[in-house]
Each structure stands twice: as structure tokens, then as C-alpha cells.
């Protein structure tokens, strides 16, 4: 095991995971050469299992051509149903592990693990862990991948599938990728692989080679330089989370119109104090937020700003939104809604406070579970006497 990893990506994909959930769904169909898809003459394979692979039969093949490779082939119809069942059961594991999931598919996912490691110093640990749990709770199996970055993750959880663990150190991204076909490269398509292989390059570490160069450039012109920075293993992709992980906001509609600070402010604060309870509990900090009014006639107004640094600790936020709050508010109009929004969501930097601060701000969280934001707070502001009638948490676009 090495030390700290300076960024970790882990990536999961489920093993075949449509052909797989009709064995769940009916077991005496295990070992059998099993796809998902529409019959014959139109039908076409949607996924097929491992058993029938074996066979050279591919999804998007047609069935017809599927059950001339296969005759004994089973062919099961799509349920998306219990995909989504599937889906949800996964997603609840990966917000237990992860602060935030990137879901690229309904059963592939990213997830940024580089504050994961102080818990999980060992990538090959969690990844079993969270293997695991899968196999556990939904009965399928899956790949998971540990590097530095999205596509060498994705390149090694493909050269491991299925039910496999690849652990790629940071520094051995380049050992790793060279000997593989450039097709393993996302965004090479099979024209570009083709024109490529002509020129006799056939491996990730054949587009470093300095007297292929001239040829590479002239065949990918611009595209050659992005190639070789992946080639090398350099790929800074973020992960972005789902959108629902990506903002949280409260809003609330006023029985009469205002705009008077001293009962808006108290309204925001409060938002603020729920929002950020919210952000500590799921070990997340918001870059920016947005006060968002809306007036007598309807028109809605916002401001947004951009933290000094992502932060989930409301007394050092409600300066900011206090300010933007008052720049908003035109001492002619008159409000029937204000709202609060915290975005670009990211998970906490480990040192956002002092521990001393940490302590109490624990002590308050678990107080304000057990009697609400409105109860509990650390200081200052009085509570406004305008009850908000709706304080839902909702997703923002
Ligand atoms: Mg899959």
C-alpha cells in the first residue's frame, strides 16, 4: 500500500447488469445463455450475459443474428421496472459511502475518494467494502476501479470485468495504459482506430512515440494532444455530482407582501441554518448561493455570489448572503417570496474548522435533530415572526 493518494477517482460499473437482474428475477435461468432484448425479425440484444458472449453475441446485435451465434439462447424482455428498483437500491449504498455519486449510467458511477482515504487509507479496502455491500443488498456483482483519474478508472475496470478490483498506483497510469489496444481509449472510435492502426500503431503507448509523432498529428490533427495527455495518464475531470446533490434550496411564499429586512432576514438566516445542518450531515460545503425574491408582480430577482471558499458553517456564510439580501431588495417593490439557494456543492474540506469549533458545532447538529433549526441556535439573530408556509427541501435546474 502507498501513502495518500494526492486525488482518487473509484469507478463502479454492475456486471451485465439488465441480463443479470432477469436471473434475479427468475434463478433458474443462472448459468444460462441469458439477453435481454425484443424477438425476432426486429428485436434487437439490449444487454447480453457473460454465457452468452461466449458466443460472440454483443448488445444492439440483432436477436435474429444473436440466435444464429446461439441457438440455445434465452431471450428475456426488458424490465425497466426492476431496473430502476436496482438503480435505487445502488444509489442508496453509494450515498452511504460517498458524499456525492456521479452516475453515468443507470448502473455505471463515479465518486471522488480523495478525502475518503483518512477513513479508507487502502483503495483495495473500500473497494471491497463497497463490492461487497452490492453483492449484499441487490445480489449483483459489479467492477470496481481505483487511479488518479476517470478514464484510467474506466480503462481498468473494462480490462477487469466481471466481478473484478483494479487498484492503478498513482504514478503507474502510463505501465498501465501502454500495452493496451488504443480503442480502450474513450472518444477513439473504430474509424479513427482503423486509420490509426494503419499507420502500424496499435497500443496507448505507441501515441507517445516521438518518431510517430508526425504521422498521429497529420491523422488527429488537434484531437493527437488530448490523446496523449490521457496516454500519460493526465486527466483532471471532476467528478460532477447528480443534480440533486449539486444545489439545495428553501423558499418561501409570504401571506402578505413585504419588504421590510427586519422580517426577511430572519427567514434567510433560517433557511441558512437548515441548509447548512443539512451540508454538515452529508459532509458536504457549498461554493456559492443564490437569494432569490420574487415580487408583487412576479418578477423574480437573484443574486448570486461565490463563497471565499466552500463553507457549511452559517455564521461564517451569513455575512455574504445578508449583503446580496440587501443589494436585492428595492425600497419600492414589495415581496410575496424570498428563497435560498447553496450550490456547487463539494464535499467538505476536512479543516473547515477548529476543533473546538467542530465540537460545538456537532453538539448543536444533534440538537437540532431533536428539536428543529427553528429551536437551536448558536447565536444572535431573533427568530422572524413570518412563518414561512412552505419549507421544502427541493433541486434547483
Ligand atoms: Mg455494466
Known amino acids: 500500500m502507498s501513502g495518500r493518494w494526492p486525488r482518487q477517482i473509484l469507478f463502479g ?51 435474429i443474428q444473436a440466435m444464429r451465434l446461439c441457438p440455445q439462447l434465452v431471450l428475456v424482455p426488458p424490465d425497466r421496472p426492476l431496473y430502476q428498483r436496482l438503480h435505487r437500491q445502488l444509489q442508496d ?21 480523495t478525502r475518503l482515504q483518512t477513513r479508507h487509507p487502502d483503495p483495495r479496502e473500500l473497494g471491497q467494502a463497497l463490492k461487497t455491500d452490492i453483492t449484499r443488498v441487490t445480489g449483483l456483482t ?24 483494479a487498484v492503478i498506483e498513482p504514478g503507474s497510469e502510463v505501465a498501465f495504459l501502454a500495452p493496451l489496444p488504443i480503442r480502450s481509449l ?27 509523432e ?6 488527429l490533427g488537434s484531437r493527437l494532444a488530448a490523446f496523449q495527455s490521457l496516454a500519460r495518464g493526465r486527466d483532471s475531470d471532476p467528478v460532477v455530482a447528480d443534480r440533486e446533490a449539486k444545489s439545495v434550496s428553501h423558499e418561501t411564499t409570504f401571506d402578505e407582501d413585504t419588504n421590510d429586512p427586519a422580517l426577511l432576514e430572519p427567514i434567510i438566516h433560517g433557511f441558512l441554518e437548515t441548509l447548512t445542518h443539512d451540508l454538515r450531515l452529508e459532509g458536504l460545503a457549498a461554493g456559492s448561493f443564490t437569494v432569490k425574491l420574487k415580487d408583487s408582480h412576479f418578477r423574480i430577482t437573484t443574486r448570486q455570489r ?16 445578508r449583503l446580496a439580501l440587501a443589494e436585492l431588495l428595492q425600497p419600492r417593490s414589495r415581496y410575496r417570496l424570498v428563497g435560498l439557494g447553496l450550490s456547487d456543492l463539494v464535499p467538505a474540506p476536512e479543516p473547515l474548522f477548529d476543533r473546538r469549533q467542530r465540537d460545538a458545532v456537532a453538539i448543536l447538529d444533534r440538537l437540532i435533530e431533536q428539536h428543529g433549526a427553528g429551536v437551536v441556535r448558536l447565536g ?6 413570518n412563518n414561512p408556509k412552505k419549507r421544502g427541501r427541493r433541486t434547483e435546474n
Open 13 to 63: 460499473d454492475i456486471d451485465a447488469m439488465f441480463a443479470s437482474a432477469a436471473v434475479l428475477a427468475d434463478p433458474s435461468l443462472r448459468g444460462k445463455p441469458v439477453a435481454v432484448g425484443g424477438p425476432p425479425p426486429r428485436g434487437i440484444v439490449a444487454a447480453a450475459s457473460y454465457e452468452v458472449r461466449r458466443f460472440g453475441v454483443r448488445s444492439a446485435m440483432p436477436t
Open 93 to 113: 449504498i453509494t450515498d452511504r459511502f460517498f458524499p456525492e455519486t456521479e452516475w453515468t449510467s443507470i448502473d455505471e458511477f463515479y465518486a471522488d475518494t
Open 142 to 165: 459489479c467492477t470496481i476501479a481505483l487511479a488518479s483519474g476517470k478514464t484510467v478508472a474506466k480503462i481498468a475496470a473494462d480490462a477487469h470485468k466481471p466481478d473484478g478490483l
Open 186 to 212: 474513450p472518444g477513439m472510435g473504430p474509424k479513427s482506430t482503423e486509420a490509426i492502426e494503419r499507420l502500424g500503431i496499435h497500443t496507448i503507448g505507441d501515441l507517445l512515440e516521438p518518431r510517430l
Open 214 to 219: 508526425q504521422s498521429l498529428l497529420r491523422l
Open 306 to 321: 461565490k463563497f471565499p471558499s466552500p463553507a457549511n458553517y452559517d455564521p461564517d456564510m451569513w455575512p455574504d448572503i
Open 380 to 385: 444572535g439573530l431573533p427568530q422572524g415572526g
